[in-house]
């Protein structure tokens, strides 16, 4: 007789958790890995701060058993165990942690450790928006794989609108203005068309002026740069806090575009902006408050050219 009770709860839980709405889920991640979850995610690990992001974004953040380094947001990821970063991921942890997901980003040089985490059995969807028009249908998808469709829905309308909004606030037919991104002064490097940042720039009525580079960040000299003739130079910066939006800062960064003088247009005319770093370089739902910043830049640089051309 126990053994049939015993026998009975089991089956009942099995198909309680068979009964979960859209599970068994079986989708495919951006590496083309066919991934299928029996049950909603409950306990998860990131490799990468925009994915901790993005489950933060689904009101999902307690599941995160696991993440990496640098996972700073929302401030309540800074007190989830750390799993490593983007050079070396401590394998033993996170197969320690017992996630029923891991949710990777491959771009750092992960993949033999990743091919070892689903060698021990682990569930690994790869979510890599690598341009602007991905990331909804990323937010989407993760919604699905935590069981918070609906809330995914939601989240990646919300990103589609603010991102729709900041593109139309200004004409289809209004000036185009020549931007360099600067990654980093020494060695000078920059972001080709191909990273996502090149995408807000587009959005924003600009032109990535070494769109056309293959590398994703390649290094340039000056020359090439003062060659391309760019209005306005941008730049991430890693502070925290602080205006959206810094115009001339003191950034040792910008001192040698400031050496060039009036015979160089961004330093004759002020258009040397540095942008929140984090929102502008991670493809995450806080990469609206980065557009925005890229945007109000842009706008100065077209009012203040028509007032003065």
């Keep these: 007789m126990r053994r049939g009770w015993i026998a009975l709860l089991v089956a009942c839980a099995g198909a309680a958790q068979a009964a979960e709405p859209g599970f068994p889920l079986t989708l495919r991640d951006d590496g083309g890995q066919v991934v299928t979850l029996q049950a909603p995610a409950r306990r998860i690990v990131t490799?990468?701060?925009n994915l901790t992001e993005i489950v933060a974004e689904l009101g999902a953040l307690d599941r995160v058993v696991g993440t990496v380094n640098t996972s700073n947001f929302p401030p309540e990821a800074e007190r989830i165990p750390r799993i490593g970063d983007h050079q070396r991921l401590d394998l033993e942890r996170i197969i320690g942690l017992k996630p029923d997901l891991v949710l990777v980003w491959t771009h750092s040089g992960t993949d033999r450790e990743l091919a070892m985490l689903r060698n021990a059995g682990l569930q690994a969807f790869r979510v890599e928006p690598l341009r602007l028009a991905?990331?909804?249908?990323?937010?989407e998808r993760v919604g699905q794989l935590l069981g918070l469709a609906d809330i995914g829905r939601q989240r990646a309308r919300a990103l589609r609108d603010t991102l729709a909004a900041l593109r139309d606030a200004r004409p289809s037919q209004a000036p185009r203005v020549d931007v360099f991104?600067?990654?980093?002064?020494?060695?000078?490097?920059?972001?080709?068309?191909?990273?996502?940042?090149?995408?807000?720039?587009?959005?924003c009525g600009g032109r990535n002026v070494f769109a056309a580079?293959?590398?994703?960040?390649?290094?340039?000299?000056?020359?090439?740069?003062?060659?391309?003739?760019?209005?306005?130079?941008?730049?991430a910066r890693e502070d925290g806090g602080g205006p959206l939006l810094k115009r001339v800062p003191a950034d040792a960064d910008f001192a040698l575009w400031r050496r060039l003088g009036s015979g160089f247009?961004?330093?004759?005319?002020?258009?040397l902006y540095t942008l929140p770093g984090d929102e502008?370089?991670?493809?995450?739902?806080?990469?609206?408050?980065?557009?925005?910043?890229?945007?109000?830049?842009?706008?100065?640089?077209?009012?203040e050219r028509a007032a003065k051309p």
């Excluded at 502008?280 to 009012?303: K, T």
């Design 47 to 49: 490799i990468a701060p």
């Design 134 to 139: 991905d990331l909804p249908p990323a937010i």
């Design 213 to 235: 580079l293959q590398p994703l960040a390649p290094q340039v000299s000056i020359e090439s740069v003062l060659q391309a003739r760019p209005e306005a130079i941008l730049s």
């Design 265 to 271: 247009t961004p330093t004759r005319r002020g258009w």
């Design 280 to 303: 502008i370089s991670r493809a995450g739902p806080r990469i609206a408050i980065g557009a925005r910043a890229v945007c109000q830049a842009l706008d100065e640089v077209r009012a």
């Design 181 to 203: 991104y600067q990654v980093w002064s020494e060695p000078l490097m920059t972001l080709s068309g191909r990273h996502i940042v090149s995408d807000v720039i587009e959005l």
